[in-house]
């Protein structure tokens, strides 16, 4: 069954571009796990430069990326030499060749129609748990600004547990949850950053 968003990462242990790889070895780590739809295309090779461009906010957040694509790791080789000889871009990361379509299956990356990889992000937190999941269509490129902005409000969540409003920030409030009686609605009228007894914001 593909993945779900809350549910349990599916482990895998893989070839990559840098070596075997296991999922599960990254317990107590943020795991960026990322896929494009081939090597040596347009929008990838853009995208990959990019994610190298912030390779150090990730780290500094704590966050391993981890590339994904059913081509070979012969493939991965020759297109990350080929990003370093024409852009000087040393690719960082791990690309794990999935020519069996194994992970991108459980990871629900299998565009049938194509039978390439489809556009997809995934944000596992150190518990392995799947937080945040995305599918992009091939022509259009990602956000790097976004993920990281995504990455950050999930860390918030993690250690302050409270939730984060539309177009959060990082410095910015965030939102208690909504009480579930009468009698904890009552007690919030009139605390601090109240705007409604469902709606708290907590500095």
Request: proline share 6%; glycine share 8%; charged share 25%.
């Amino acid at each position: 069954m593909p993945v779900t968003l809350g549910q349990k990462a599916p482990d895998f242990t893989v070839n990559t571009s840098k070596g075997p790889i296991t999922l599960s070895s990254y317990r107590g780590k943020w795991v960026l796990l990322f896929s494009h739809p081939g090597d040596f295309t347009p929008v990838c090779t853009t995208e990959f430069i990019a994610f190298t461009e912030r390779y150090k906010d990730f780290q500094a957040l704590g966050v391993e990326l981890i590339g994904l694509s059913i081509d070979s790791v012969y493939s991965h080789i020759a297109w990350i030499r080929d990003i370093k000889e024409h852009f000087g871009i040393e690719i960082p990361f791990p690309i794990i060749a999935d020519i069996d379509k194994e992970v991108a299956r459980q990871y629900n990356l299998v565009d049938e129609k194509s039978g390439a990889t489809v556009r997809g992000v995934f944000i596992i937190d150190p518990n392995q748990i799947v937080r945040w999941m995305i599918y992009y269509p091939a022509e259009t490129g990602r956000n790097i600004d976004e993920i990281i902005r995504v990455i950050k409000a999930l860390q918030f969540n993690w250690e302050r547990k409270l939730a984060t409003p539309a177009n959060w920030q990082p410095g910015q409030e965030g939102i208690e949850g909504a009480p579930s009686t009468v009698e904890a609605s009552l007690k919030r009228d009139g605390e601090p950053g109240v705007k409604t007894w469902y709606l708290k914001f907590v500095k």
